[in-house]
Nanobody, 123 residues
Framework: QVQLIESGGGLVQAGDSLRLSCVVS????????MGWFRRTPGKERDFLAY????????IYTDSVKGRFTISRDIAKNTVYLQMNSLKPEDTAVYYC????????????????WGRGTQVTLSS
């Protein structure tokens, strides 16, 4: 079965950078559109970025445009989220997701999810 495993989270200071990884097993990432979301306690998952299964220009939510970059390494079957200029409000659990059909800003359309990786910004 398809499994997604995120890694790369941690405790960082404002202004720092992190690169999150999402390794996909049980399938190839070129069969899926891939998205990144994040969640804070008591809230629904918020959209961050997606890249279509065919590639092309990724889509980002306004709050991370210019700071975050989604990319993929097909040979490694891995999707990345490069996060620069991190802010305290970026503290959240970060999730990757795979969609067999059309990608979306709506988390409900995605078919597979990782368990998340915690990113914490110090005050």
């Amino acid at each position: 079965q398809v499994q997604l495993i995120e890694s790369g989270g941690g405790l960082v200071q404002a202004g720092d950078s992190l690169r999150l990884s999402c390794v996909v097993s049980g399938g190839t990432i070129i069969s899926y559109s891939m998205g990144w979301f994040r969640r804070t306690p008591g809230k629904e998952r918020d959209f961050l970025a997606y890249i279509m299964r065919s590639g092309g220009s990724p889509i980002y939510t306004d709050s991370v445009k210019g700071r975050f970059t989604i990319s993929r390494d097909i040979a490694k079957n891995t999707v990345y989220l490069q996060m620069n200029s991190l802010k305290p409000e970026d503290t959240a659990v970060y999730y990757c997701a795979a969609e067999m059909g059309l990608p979306s800003r709506d988390w409900g359309v995605y078919d597979y999810w990782g368990r998340g990786t915690q990113v914490t910004l110090s005050s």
